[in-house]
């Protein structure tokens, strides 16, 4: 008669454990599930975000009407600014703004919160990596805002500012494929600002100002080719032009054959890149953590 | 077979600022700070074998939420060595939050928005509960919590006592093998406490789960643990057995009598001045004397007292657990000043 395994009926041993690759998407997946049912419970909150965007947007074409007006017209015929006619500024503007209402989140001021009130120690004692659940919490939040902020603006938008879609129709799922990607490296870029909580005793400075530049580098505010060359020249270095300004030009068709293949690989690269780095930087973050009151 | 937690000269300091007088102070400060360390918890050992039910108790600020987030794996500590049944809770986090449970009386582990059922539902998954122990847990949950009333409640809506109850629960769905309890009675009413320790001695008996539990209400230690340790200033200052705590200081008694007359505790120091009796420095009518039952009967020195003095009134009492406690605290505290 063959024993019992002796690792699984001592007492002073803590028996090994591991999840499958299948549980470990199921448990995440409801997370997705959860955040956006949770979005769904406080969507009355959001009503008003699809009028605001409008506004926004509305703004922003009234000014580059009046850009334009003003401009020489260029060989052509047509004004051009930074390369693109009016009709394709307002495109670009309103594709920007429109990604965004899906891509958006608050992970670096969650994040910090929860570093700043201690709340972290709960999410500590849990077998699981809170950045994987707070990117699964984002996408649940962009399947909320897909629905409540992104197609409502969409539709009232096209029309409204008779907007230029791509007649290749190839490139509606490479735009959509591409602002998943830009949904990552979002998110994990806004993880990673997050954890600076961790080292900073004030970081309500440090997270107004990475939101307004974020809307700078990203492309969404104002399109690349209207800033100096230098500018230009460093945000390809960055990870930011892979959440609005690739996505967006994929769209405005700027982007076809190889060079459509290789903006998505560098924002497959940033995504997972930034994935690793934020992962990397939170565990030895929390080696050092403060664990605040309690 | 070694211990199932094993806890060698841990010790942890909080690092901090220590500021400068006036502006140009505060300015120096932000640009070269200057920090002190805090020895939040010093040197501290214990074994504990798996099944045992211990209380670590101490003043407030005395280090135990500290040892418990080390122990918990949310804090890494300065320097000493803890070993959970092989894990360091630090370093292997993952593996080792599979095994425990913890509970936070000042925080709650659930979801804030989702109803507790969700929340349930979630951790079921999170620690891959099989659907007849998750079945067995809730039903156990239930019959000795009755958590059964609110699982439908978002938890933000649930009362104080309610959400503790739900945090017990949801601590012990995945039957951990180690129970961790900071303060779990804090703000509970008399009811509500007793359900939680009535609560805590079933899942020990039923379950054999090993648990450390730090409160500030001795009547929680005194009902589930046979054991305590007693830390002050991060510094352990007594670990045994409860009954061991009452006899090493002796079962001491207390005689409080109320005189006719002012008199000085000096006046009565020499009516019992053959007896192992101290009394108070005090003066007045009111007068306070200590002894140990071992050493003289009460009666005794009743005897003497009532002979000497015109007494109007006497009170005897046992020293409760709770004084035993804080006069440990407070010895500890001398030692150190
Ligand atoms: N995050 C922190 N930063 C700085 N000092 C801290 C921090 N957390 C705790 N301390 C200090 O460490 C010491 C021990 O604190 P701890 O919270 O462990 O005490 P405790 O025994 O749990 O007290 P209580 O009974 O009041 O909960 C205290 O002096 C406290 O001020
Ligand atoms: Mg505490």
Not at chain 1, 186 to 191: A, D, E, I, P
Not at chain 2, 135 to 160: I, N, T
Not at chain 2, 242 to 248: G, K, N, Q, S
Request: one cysteine or more; aromatic letters at 12%; a positive charge.
């Amino acid at each position: 008669m063959s024993e019992p395994t002796t690792e699984a009926v001592r007492a002073d041993r803590l028996v090994p454990w591991g999840r499958s690759w299948t549980a470990t998407l199921g448990l995440y997946a409801s997370f997705v599930r959860l955040s956006f049912l949770k979005f769904l419970a406080y969507r009355l909150r959001y009503y008003t975000g699809v009028i605001s965007y409008t506004i926004f947007i509305s703004g922003h074409y009234y000014i580059y009407s009046a850009l334009f007006r003003s401009g020489t017209p260029g060989p052509g015929g047509a004004v051009t600014i930074g390369g693109l006619t009016l009709p394709e500024m307002v495109t670009y503007v309103a594709v920007g703004w429109i990604g965004r209402s899906f891509y958006f989140n608050n992970i670096s001021r969650q994040l910090s919160r929860m570093v700043v009130e201690g709340e972290i120690a709960m999410q500590l004692i849990k077998p699981f990596h809170l950045q994987t659940v707070m990117l699964s919490e984002a996408v649940g939040e962009s399947c909320f805002r897909l629905m409540m902020f992104t197609l409502p603006i969409t539709v009232v938008i096209v029309p409204l500012f008779h907007l230029l879609g791509p007649t290749d129709f190839a490139l509606y799922p490479w735009t959509f494929l591409s602002f998943c990607l830009a949904l990552v490296i979002y998110s994990q870029w806004n993880f990673l600002i997050g954890c600076l909580a961790f080292y900073l005793k004030n970081i309500q400075g440090v997270l107004r100002a990475q939101m307004v530049s974020m809307d700078f580098l990203t492309g969404v505010l104002i399109p690349f080719t209207l800033f100096p060359h230098w500018f230009q020249v460093v945000v390809q270095w960055l990870p930011f032009q892979g959440i609005s300004y690739i996505p967006v030009t994929i769209f405005l068709g700027k982007r076809t054959g190889p060079e459509l293949y290789q903006a998505i690989g560098l924002q497959f690269a940033w995504a997972i890149g930034l994935f690793i780095l934020a992962r990397l930087v939170f565990k030895f973050s929390v080696r050092r953590v403060i664990a605040q009151g309690g | 077979m070694a211990p199932l937690i094993h806890v060698r000269d841990l010790t942890r300091d909080y690092r901090l600022i220590k500021k400068r007088e006036g502006v140009a102070g505060g300015f120096v400060d932000l640009l070269r700070p200057r920090y002190r360390d805090l020895r939040a918890v010093d040197s501290v050992c214990f074994d504990i074998e798996a099944g045992e039910m211990v209380g670590y108790i101490g003043a407030n600020g005395a280090g135990k939420s500290t040892t418990i987030k080390m122990l918990t794996g949310i804090l890494t500590p300065t320097s000493g060595k803890v070993s959970v049944g092989g894990l360091v809770p630090w370093r292997d986090r993952l593996q080792y939050t599979r095994h425990i449970g913890v509970v936070f009386g000042q925080r709650t582990q659930l979801w804030w928005d989702l109803a507790v059922i969700e929340s349930f539902r979630l951790l079921r998954k999170i620690y891959e509960v099989p659907e007849n122990i998750y079945a067995e847990q809730m039903k156990v949950f239930d019959d000795l919590l009755g958590v059964g009333e609110f699982l439908h409640q978002p938890v933000r809506k649930l009362s104080l006592g309610q959400r503790m109850r739900c945090d017990l629960a949801a601590a012990l769905l995945h039957r951990p093998r180690i129970l961790f309890l900071d303060e779990p009675t804090i703000g509970l009413d008399v009811v509500a406490k007793e359900s939680v320790r009535g609560f805590l001695r079933e899942i020990r008996d039923l379950q054999g789960v090993t648990v450390i539990l730090t409160t500030h209400d001795l009547g929680d230690i005194e009902q589930l643990c046979r054991r305590v340790i007693i830390i002050d200033k991060g510094e352990v200052h007594f670990d045994g057995e409860l009954e061991d705590l009452r006899t090493r200081l002796g079962r001491r008694v207390r005689l409080t009598v109320d005189l006719r007359e002012a008199v000085t505790a000096d006046d009565l120091r020499k009516v019992t001045a053959d007896l192992p009796v101290t009394w108070r420095d005090r003066e007045g009518k009111n007068h306070v004397a200590e002894f140990r039952r071992a050493e003289v009967s009460g009666a005794e020195v009743i005897r003497q007292v009532v002979n000497d003095c015109q007494v109007s009134d006497l009170h005897l009492a046992e020293v409760d657990i709770e004084e035993i406690v804080r006069d440990i605290y407070r010895a500890a505290g001398k030692e150190k000043a």
